[in-house]
């Protein structure tokens, strides 16, 4: 097999994994872990009080929007990085 | 139910929070003046600085579906951790979960050293230990770096397990109703941060050896 065989492979995997947890569990909303765990701790010590508030809490929509934010700046990054991969290498090649 | 990667605003008493705060900032500060010196006498690693922090910013960013019907975050510290080390690590750690307590009210500045030990320190160290065992033995590169990115994420999850378990309740009941959910719903990520992680790197070794040989010394053709 070729290289990028063995990528698309990779690729073809990693989307089985994800597209089977949504095939696995049709119903569910997939909640984030973050948000889960006060249930857990409600579970093990049901009177524990936080004893402090995070200082700002960003609604639905703004919470996707730094997401994608934080998202996009890593991926500005690695995109930037890769494209003067290909610069380089077109330049060596003459 | 599941589990959160960062441990929430207000959520360990401040004992606690002390003593985790204590025991990353040695981390922190080592990893700190590592990054200044790489940036002032070490011009062709930063770019690799650069992609170790932004794959954290990604990585961390996503919340991915798994199996047991919930979601996790992968945390995307293999990478830094193979070709920088810990503190580096803990450092990268510090301004994405930062970002994340200011602008998304995940994780919390309460807590922040504690979820820097789980994200920035543990997981990476134990990553780091089986990462230079790996190397001296040789295994194959693609292998190497789905193991220590898989163990990064995991290592991580098992500590901040830990860490709720050691501040609620009797530790053991705790601890596996802490690790009974998560072990579950992170082990398939883990896999695909893997293969996402080894597919770059091999591309890595390829279009650019120079930035990749201090770690993964260039060899002889042994492979078809």
Known sequence: MRRSHYYILGLVAVAVILASAVFLNPNSDFSGSDDGGGDVINDVDPNYEPWFENIWEPSGELETLFFSLQAAIGALIIGYFLGSNKVRKERREG | MCLPMHIMEGFLSWEWALF??????????????NIRRILRDDPAQRTMLALS???????????????TGSSSHPTGTGFSTMFFGVGVTSV????????????LAHGGFTTMGANVFSMGVAGPFVAYLVFKVMTKAKVRTSLIVFITVFLAGMVTYITTAVQLALAYGTFEDSLISFLAVFAVTQI???????????????????????????????RTKDEA
């Open chain 2, 20 to 33: 985790w705060t204590l025991v990353s900032a040695p981390f922190v500060v080592y990893g700190f003046l």
């Open chain 2, 53 to 67: 922090g932004a794959f954290i910013f990604v990585m961390s960013s996503f919340k991915l579906p798994s199996v």
């Open chain 2, 188 to 218: 398939p990520l883990g896999i695909v941060e893997g293969i996402l992680f080894a597919i770059f790197v091999d591309y890595l070794e390829r279009a650019r050896p120079d930035l990749t040989e201090k770690v993964f010394p260039r």
């Open chain 2, 92 to 103: 990268m750690s510090l301004i994405v979960l930062i970002f994340q307590a200011l602008l």
